[in-house]
């Protein structure tokens, strides 16, 4: 999402060619769209279980009921209508093209998916249907009802005003996810997957996961998938927002220990005050009773800041692993989509921008100012994660060192490795990225516009050193 009135990743680009019809719709919606559909589907969390005998004792290093991958692949999916969904599906098909552990491809060792706007139509298909799905996934949604088939503006006008206020969210509902709920994405297997919103009451990315939900008290499991995908793609005026209902009186867990300020093990940082006092005003119904949701491209187009709010609020160098992963793991490759180009015309005259243009060069100024700087702040923090993922590690007994290297006699302590790495239209060459910048990144495409995508996503993935050279030691190494 680059701008309030198109569905534009600061990942690929602007476009000029949708602005109009959008900004048109938005306008004449905009006394309706933001306040239509506004009921919360989040139930109220179920009551505890009481749970007979002793607690169990503590332990060093948790006993998993299976053992974790030692090589793991993240993706991370922004924002950007069906184009960023179609090349999102690429670049898995680049993955899948590529050997990983022995018997097995690349796109069969992702293990986390975070995704914004966009990107969540595919990270949340692939966390309901797994990796095998996505020839089904571009029938089912990119070349379904939302997808036009000739490039006439007034078919992709209508298929918008169908969309706009809670459309989005009944047609991702009836059509593309047929009420799942996230009860239904812990199936073993599949990927763990985060969409990312935006949460306007206080300014910060919202990540639909257990933490978030056990902090607003509220069901995580019976929450419906379409509603976290369209609160993700909600574009500000064209699309209302998804709200969500606090429970205080139906808490059933408490808030983390670790909320920023003098108590946080990451220092008395910003992120970490605004998240802490997000988190208890979940638990604050005086303060008002509702959350309301927009695009996750407003505060974070790449959808990684939720991994660093996951490691202020753990609490723990490991974070958002747990002991049994982050004692497994080797190496971890984290595969960022995303790139930037922006499109303008006012530069050739003195004049301008000015009405509608100024806007949206504001606010993608914005937008990509912050995509900046969640990817640079990524590079940090995982430089920072496998430090310290090594330090707990060989600070580990001696015994259980021991024993790790009994169980998998090529384990060492300090053998991990966190690479991160991003692919764009712009890894292709310069005359089929100008071409592929140009396609819209509205809810509506061509048939012959998503296959291209695709295509381009394959071909980056496929392209991308960092990746050849994971695939490469993954497929040589027992």
Avoid at 227 to 256: G, I, N, R, W, Y
Avoid at 333 to 360: K, N, T
Avoid at 399 to 424: F, H, K, N, Y
């Amino acid at each position: 999402m680059t701008s309030p009135f198109n569905v534009q990743p600061a990942s690929h680009g602007h476009r000029r060619s949708t602005r109009a019809v959008l900004a048109g719709l938005a306008f004449a919606l905009a006394g309706c769209a933001v306040v239509t559909g506004n009921v919360p589907h989040n139930q109220p969390a179920k009551p505890a279980v009481a749970v007979a005998g002793p607690p169990a004792a503590a332990a060093s290093v948790p006993v998993a009921d299976h053992v974790p991958p030692a090589d793991v692949v993240a993706l991370s999916f922004s924002g950007g209508g069906l184009r960023a969904a179609a090349f999102a599906d690429g670049a898995m098909q680049g993955l899948a093209a590529q050997p990983g552990t022995p018997g097995r491809n690349l796109l069969q060792q992702v293990g986390f998916i975070t995704s914004v706007s966009g990107g969540s139509l595919p990270a949340a298909w692939v966390g309901l249907h797994g990796t095998d799905s996505l020839d089904e996934f571009r029938r089912a949604a990119l070349l379904h009802a939302g997808t036009r088939n000739d490039g006439s503006n007034v078919s992709n006008s209508v298929s918008l005003l169908r969309l706009a206020g809670d459309g989005l969210t009944h047609w991702l509902d009836d059509e593309v996810f047929h009420g799942a709920t996230f009860s239904s994405m812990s199936a073993p297997g599949r990927p763990m997957v985060w969409i990312n919103a935006t949460n306007l009451n206080q300014r910060l990315p919202f990540a639909f996961d257990q933490l978030n939900f056990d902090a607003l008290c509220s069901d995580f499991g019976s929450f419906p998938v379409a509603d976290a995908v369209a609160a993700s793609m909600a574009v500000p005026l064209l699309f209302s927002p998804v709200v969500l209902e606090k429970h205080p009186d139906q808490c059933t867990t408490p808030l983390p220990r670790q909320l920023g300020g003098a108590t946080s093990p990451w220092g008395d940082t910003m992120l970490a005050r605004a998240t802490a006092e997000a988190l208890r005003d979940y638990r604050d119904a005086d303060e008002g009773r509702y959350l309301k949701l927009v695009d996750g491209g407003l505060t974070d187009n790449f959808g990684l800041s939720s991994i660093q709010q996951s490691r202020l609020l753990a609490g723990t160098p490991l974070a958002p692993l747990d002991a049994a992963q982050a004692l497994q793991l080797r190496r971890l490759l984290f595969v960022v989509d995303g790139g930037q180009h922006p499109v303008i015309s006012w530069d050739r005259d003195v004049g301008g921008p000015s009405g509608l243009e100024l806007a949206f060069a504001s606010v993608d100024a914005a937008i990509d100012t912050n995509m900046r700087l969640s990817y640079d702040n990524f590079l940090v923090m995982s430089r920072r994660w496998q430090d310290d993922l090594v330090a707990w590690r060989c600070a580990l007994p001696d015994a259980e060192r021991e024993r790790q290297r009994t169980l998998r006699p090529d384990w060492r302590c300090e053998d991990v490795q966190v690479v991160v790495s991003r692919i764009s239209f712009d890894d292709l060459d310069a005359a089929r990225a100008a071409r592929l910048h140009q396609i819209s990144t509205s809810l509506t495409l061509s048939r012959h516009d998503v296959d291209a995508v695709i295509e381009a996503g394959r071909d980056a993935m496929l392209g991308n050193a960092t990746v050849q050279a994971f695939a490469r030691r993954l497929h040589s190494e027992p």
